[in-house]
Structure formats: structure tokens, C-alpha cells
């Protein structure tokens, strides 16, 4: 008897666990809580939220675009791995989709973004997500020929948090756009204003339309005197390939004490007096990228560079004149 009845058990115990089973195979992965799908897309990439969970269903469409999911809209990851034909990047269709993307985030985030990192974007774009991101704290827009005062305006009076600012490749910003960053945004730590390399525009050749690299922002001391005025927290700086003089780099010395990190490279029209007199006032300074880079002894020779054949005042190394 013992033995029918554990027999018995063993079979209800079996149903049940079949029962159940079966059960859980006929429910939708759709019937999951809005916050189990949140933590669960949120371990997906940007990519695969955007080209699958937001396509599944409703209630996956409703998760994919919680608020969480967006206190960082970060594409740049996107444009350092492509393969492919970059020149297409420079297109107004392109430009389109990064706007129609950025937009859309900043709209899902209402109001929690506090980093963007992207290129390729315009005011259209920009001036919404400075609207709707009253708590941005980090904005990298590199290479956006259609980035503005206009934006960088509103940026500048709504993002008062603003820590870091990246606008390298940006020649459409001039330094009124640097004046009011530094007005409105006093925590503004790290400033990124790199220019393409204007000495040898042949890297960029094929890639960036011609026009654009002519564009090159001419006034690298007007951009100096005004990151000296109106930026003195700064401890970061970057401004590859500036056309600023020793002038321009002395008002930074003076008016940037707190600078532990300067990147000069490709900056032709300094010297090597200049480079010491600012590596002396700058105290916390840790780390001084000097303007050392290599222009082809072909260039080298044109009338365009023949007045670096004075070049003894000048800070370059040895590698500067290779043949």
C-alpha cells in the first residue's frame, strides 16, 4: 500500500509540474511587467533597441522608450567601428536620420538626458534636445557642419551643467558661441574645439566635401582671448591645429590656472618661447601635447610654407623636417 501510495504522489507531482510547464509556454514574452522588459532591454545596445525590441509589439515599443533607457544617447561608438564609405556621413540624407534619431531621444527622455554623444547632427536637432535636457552634462558633437550659434546658443542657456563640451570639426561655431557657453555653463570642466588638419588637408581628401575644409575658422586668438575670459574652470583643453599665435596661448596661460591637460598638436604658429612661457605659468598642468607633426617635404617647399623655412624660433622636433 505504502508503495501504490508514493506511486500515486509521484504521478500528481508529475502532472503538475507538466501542467505547469505548459502553462508558462503558452504565455507571451509581451505579458512580462513594463519593468522586468526595461531591465532587460537595457543590457541591449542602442542598435538593437532601435532595429528589433522597438519592432516586436506594443508593450515591447513601450518599453524600449522609457525614460531610463535614454539618460545616455550614445552614437559615437557607431562612427569609430563603420567600415565603408565615410564621404556618405557629409550627406544632408544622412544628416537627417542623426537628427530624426536625436530628436526622438530626447523627446523619450523627458528631460533625464545627461550625455550625448554623436556627429553629424544640425540645430534642428540640437536645438530640441537643449530644450529637453535641462540636466545635460557631457555634449560631443563632432563633425556637424550645420551646428550653429543658434543651438550652441541654447545650449548655453539651458544646460548649465554642462562639464564637457565637444564641438571639434564644428566650423559653422564661432567664439560668440564660447563666450555664452562659459556664461551659462560655470562647471564647464572639459572643452574639446579641434580643427582637421589644415596643413595637410590631403587625409581628408575624398571624405570631406572641399568647401567645408575651407572653411576652417581663421580667428584662433579671438577663440583664445575668449576661452581665457569667460572659461577660467576649465582642466581640460584641446585645440588641434588652432591657427592661434603665442599671443592667443599666453591669455590662456593667464586666464586658465586650473589646466591639468593642453593639446596643441598641429598649432603651426607657435613657438617654442610661447610653449615655455605658458608650461611655466600653468601650475597643475600634468600633461602638454606639443604642436610636433610632419608636413611633406613636398608641401614644405611651396610659397604656402616657405616662411616656416624660419623655423629655429619655433617649437619642432627633429621629425618635422624628415625627408
Not at 17 to 25: N, P
Amino acid at each position: 500500500m505504502e508503495k501504490d501510495g508514493t506511486d500515486e504522489e509521484t504521478r500528481t507531482i508529475h502532472n503538475d509540474s507538466s501542467s505547469l510547464k505548459s502553462m508558462a509556454g503558452m504565455r507571451s514574452w509581451s505579458d512580462m511587467t513594463h519593468e522586468c522588459l526595461v531591465v532587460i532591454i537595457s543590457r541591449l545596445s542602442i542598435e538593437d533597441r532601435w532595429k528589433g525590441t522597438m519592432l516586436v509589439c506594443k508593450s515591447w515599443m513601450d518599453a524600449s522608450r522609457d525614460a531610463s533607457l535614454f539618460t545616455t544617447f550614445d552614437l559615437d561608438h557607431f562612427f569609430l567601428s563603420a567600415a565603408g564609405d565615410t564621404s556618405l556621413w557629409w550627406s544632408p540624407h544622412f544628416e537627417r536620420r542623426i537628427d530624426a534619431m536625436l530628436r526622438s531621444a530626447a523627446l523619450c527622455a523627458d528631460g533625464r538626458m545627461r550625455e550625448i554623444r554623436l556627429r553629424h547632427c544640425s540645430d534642428w536637432s540640437l536645438v530640441l534636445a537643449a530644450e529637453r535636457s535641462p540636466m545635460l552634462q557631457v555634449l560631443s558633437i563632432k563633425s556637424c557642419p550645420n551646428v550653429t550659434d543658434l543651438s550652441i546658443t541654447k545650449i548655453a542657456s539651458t544646460c548649465s551643467m554642462l562639464r564637457v563640451l565637444d564641438i571639434s570639426y564644428c566650423y559653422e561655431i564661432s567664439h560668440k558661441s564660447l563666450e555664452l557657453i562659459g556664461r551659462g555653463c560655470p562647471n564647464l570642466k572639459v572643452l574639446k574645439r579641434n580643427l582637421m588638419n589644415w596643413l595637410d588637408p590631403s587625409q581628408h581628401s575624398g571624405i570631406v566635401p572641399d568647401e567645408y575644409l575651407n572653411a576652417c575658422p581663421q580667428d584662433g586668438d579671438r577663440e583664445a582671448i575668449t576661452i581665457s575670459s569667460f572659461m577660467h574652470n576649465l582642466e581640460h583643453l584641446e585645440l588641434r591645429f588652432s591657427k592661434m599665435t603665442g599671443d592667443g596661448l599666453e591669455r590662456i596661460s593667464n586666464g586658465c590656472g586650473n589646466l591639468e591637460h593642453l593639446d596643441l598638436f598641429g598649432c603651426a604658429n607657435l613657438t617654442s618661447r610661447a610653449m615655455e612661457r605658458a608650461s611655466v605659468k600653468l601650475k597643475n598642468l600634468k600633461k602638454l601635447v606639443r604642436p610636433n607633426f610632419y608636413i611633406p617635404r613636398a608641401l614644405f617647399h611651396t610659397e604656402r610654407y616657405g616662411h616656416w623655412r624660419l623655423y629655429d624660433d619655433r617649437f619642432q622636433t627633429g621629425a618635422f623636417f624628415q625627408i
